[in-house]
């Protein structure tokens, strides 16, 4: 068999024993996934073989580059994540996570079984959501100065001094103010936090990004009422120009892939 026919086992997630995948799988767009199961210590590797070289770094049979391709692939994989999710407790594992053969996929599986239950188990009945802080910069500048007293006495001395000292504190002044901001940030991530533990939620923290300054995956329990602890929150830090923004729910990915990570070492 050349390289680019070779099949690997693409594992969707890892699902307990007794809660064996279906054969086959209808997607939205009714495509019949065929899903096959890897067993091992009590757990089970959802997997379809898919030809390796597709997901290759380079050669001629490389998908990774067709943006239609990887946007399918991706799709389909959170259809049948959603699909696991939904029959029960589902630990899902990133896009493109392959294995060269049945036994590296079992060798995985027994070498991390007490880790994959547990975080199988502190899965189970709960789903994740996406939460994002925005800031309506003006607003915010005003809640962060609020009460400053430092930033307070610049503004006073500001406006005493002649031009030049005037221009030179109005430097000093905008350092203390961002200074302020970010304590600001940092004060009401704080209280992000603590309103979540109160609420029985799971916050796991995501990479910052350009003009987001706080961005969170929540899990919550199933019968919880994320939106409407959103929607309070929300009310609560308005005058300081706060919005939060909840997506889901999805199933676990975030929380899982710190289990995989943790596993994979």
């Not at 391709?69 to 799709?75: F, S, Y």
């Not at 407790?89 to 990133?94: A, I, T």
């Not at 430092?150 to 504190?169: D, Y």
Request: proline share 8%.
């Amino acid at each position: 068999m050349t390289a680019d026919m070779a099949l690997a086992w693409y594992v969707y997630a890892v699902v307990p024993q007794d809660q064996p995948p279906p054969a086959i799988l209808t997607l939205a767009d009714g495509a019949d996934m065929p899903l096959a199961g890897i067993s091992q210590d009590g757990l089970i590797a959802v997997t379809a073989l898919m030809p390796r070289a597709q997901f290759n770094a380079d050669g001629a049979a490389k998908k990774a580059d067709d943006p239609a391709w990887v946007a399918g692939m991706a799709g389909a994989h959170h259809q049948v994540v959603v699909a696991l999710h939904a029959a029960g407790p589902c630990l899902p594992l990133g896009f493109g996570t392959l294995f060269s053969g049945p036994e590296k996929l079992r060798d995985w599986l027994h070498t991390h079984a007490a880790l994959l239950r547990g975080a199988i188990a502190d899965l189970a009945g709960r789903a994740e959501w996406g939460l994002r802080l925005s800031v309506e910069p003006e607003a915010f500048s005003r809640f962060a100065a609020r009460g400053n007293a430092a930033l307070a006495a610049l503004s006073v001395q500001i406006a005493q001094a002649t031009p030049g000292t005037a221009f030179l504190l109005g430097k000093r002044l905008a350092r203390a103010q961002q200074a302020a901001e970010a304590g600001g940030v940092l004060a009401v991530r704080h209280a992000i936090d603590a309103a979540a533990q109160q609420a029985g939620f799971q916050l796991r923290g995501e990479p910052a990004a350009p003009g987001r300054p706080a961005s969170w995956s929540l899990l919550a329990p199933a019968g919880a009422a994320p939106r409407t602890w959103c929607a309070d929150l929300t009310a609560q830090w308005a005058s300081a120009g706060i919005t939060l923004q909840l997506t889901g729910p999805f199933p676990p990915y975030a929380f899982a892939r710190a289990c995989w990570e943790s596993a994979n070492g």
